[in-house]
């Protein structure tokens, strides 16, 4: 059923997790979200004048994307017109990509734009996290699932434009979130078949094969990935923390941890030199959370605003443009 032709690999381990476990979804709070929200109206599309000057944070909620001036934190826009739109992403440009899971889309927003600049198609999946390649500016889509309960994939499109190339490995099987370092490798998260442990996975810039990495740390249920400038950050969605990892030759060596204070469910981060903006789904209002980097603690500023249930955060920066 599936639509492109996958690079297979095979199993090298298992990353047991100890402690809780949850039933596969996009979020441990997916089906609760979802309930609580069914009925919410999709809002307006809109955008402050001066938000193509400002540096900028876009939230990921339910079915819109709020946007804040960065640091700031005011809202100046809502983007609408999706229907679970999990993942974001920004190139060097400071262009962003929203992924919409319901509609099987990519969509490409100019800095401060209200309307797509381009659009994917990925019909056929549910399109979760996103990452650019900052060696080639090529996108990487993790697709939760097929639309007919197969395992999902990591989608690699050419210059984010095009048909994609797919990638799946043997011990993934709901792909979640993906970062790329600045070398350009890329490393994946998810939960494995079941969706009961924790999965992850990296493909080597150059290899055409996704690979199995067993991390030297438990995490309870997967979060966002990223590149700290050092690092590779890792979060444990339902554990409100963020793991640093080195790689040498591959191979992961554990370097630090961001305990963030008061989160509940941090999906898909965003780290911008000292701060990480952390998306919090289990506060009963919902918010967005930002704490000193990598130290963690306790946050430092919080918005509410506009905020419902939100998945992923990025940040565009206004300089990029």
Same mark, same amino acid.
């Given at each position: ?17 100890? +402690? ?11 089906? @609760? ?6 009925? @919410?109206?999709?809002?307006? &599309?809109?955008? @402050? ?22 640091? /700031?934190?005011? !809202?100046?826009?809502? $983007?609408?017109?999706?229907?679970? %739109? ?14 919409? #899971? ?23 999946? /549910? ?36 048909? %994609? ?33 924790? *999965?992850?996975?990296?493909? @080597?810039?150059? #290899? ?5 990495? !067993? !991390? ?7 979060? +966002? ?32 941890? &961001? ?29 967005? $959370? ?13 918005? &509410?605003?506009?905020?419902?249930? %939100?998945?992923? *955060?990025?940040? #565009? %920066?206004?300089?990029?443009?």
């Amino acid at each position: 059923m599936l639509r492109r032709v996958a690079t297979i690999a095979l199993i090298l381990g298992i990353a047991g997790c100890g +402690g809780a476990q949850f039933s596969a979804a996009p979020g441990p709070s997916h089906a @609760a979200t979802q309930s609580r929200v069914a009925a @919410a109206p999709h809002g307006r &599309t809109w955008m @402050a004048p001066e938000a193509k000057r400002d540096d900028l944070l876009y939230v990921s909620n339910v079915f819109d994307v709020t946007v804040y001036s960065y640091p /700031q934190g005011k !809202l100046v826009g809502t $983007l609408s017109n999706f229907d679970n %739109p999990y993942g974001e992403c920004v190139d060097a440009k400071g262009n962003v990509y929203i992924t919409d #899971s319901k509609f099987g889309r990519i969509y490409e927003y100019a800095h401060g734009g209200t309307k797509p600049i381009a659009t994917l198609s990925d019909k056929e999946y /549910q399109p979760f996290g996103c990452a650019i390649d900052p060696t080639t500016g090529n996108l990487a889509v993790d697709n939760y699932e097929t639309n007919w309960d197969y395992p999902g994939d990591v989608a690699i499109y050419r210059k984010a434009r095009g048909f %994609p190339q797919s990638y799946v490995v043997e011990g993934l099987y709901y792909y979640y979130y993906c970062g790329y370092d600045s070398s350009g490798n890329l490393y994946v998260d998810g939960l494995n078949n079941g969706g009961f442990n924790f *999965a992850f996975a990296r493909l @080597a810039k150059g #290899s055409h094969t996704l690979e199995y990495v !067993l !991390l030297p740390q438990s995490i309870t249920y997967p979060g +966002g990935v990223a590149w700290d400038g050092t690092y590779l950050a890792v979060g444990d969605q339902a554990g409100a923390a963020i793991y640093q990892f080195s790689f040498t030759k591959g191979q992961p060596k554990l370097q630090g941890r &961001t305990t963030l204070t008061g989160a509940g469910l941090v999906g898909q981060f965003a780290i911008a030199d000292s701060t990480v903006v952390a998306p919090d789904q289990l506060n009963s209002t919902s918010n967005v $959370l930002f704490y000193p980097y990598p130290a963690g603690g306790n946050p430092t500023q919080t918005i &509410t605003n506009g905020v419902s249930f %939100p998945y992923s *955060a990025a940040i #565009s %920066p206004a300089a990029a443009r």
